[in-house]
């Protein structure tokens, strides 16, 4: 069985090893389902790499996968968040 893409507060905090409240306070990785909210394994994974210097353009999966979710975000504002 595949883990989900799309991880609850209490699933992302378990995933990243950290309390569930330092998880409300991430300001990335996060989609709004209607009134849930979701946190995208892809973009947390995404943004550790980052942080941890491991993104480079040797990844071009990594890159191609934050392309795929900002272009999700713009063209469906209204999952993201947005107006």
Do not use: C, W
């Not at 353009?57 to 713009?74: D, G, H, S, T």
């Amino acid at each position: 069985m595949t883990e989900p893409r799309l991880l609850t507060e209490d699933q992302a905090a378990a995933y990243l090893g950290v309390p569930a409240a330092t998880v409300r306070k991430l300001p990335f990785g996060h989609v709004r389902l209607g009134t849930r909210h979701r946190y995208d394994r892809k973009a947390l994974d995404a943004h550790l790499d980052r942080m941890a210097g491991l993104d480079s353009p040797r990844e071009p999966n990594v890159n191609k996968a934050n392309a795929e979710l900002a272009r999700f975000i713009a063209d469906h504002p209204h999952v993201a968040g947005g107006p």
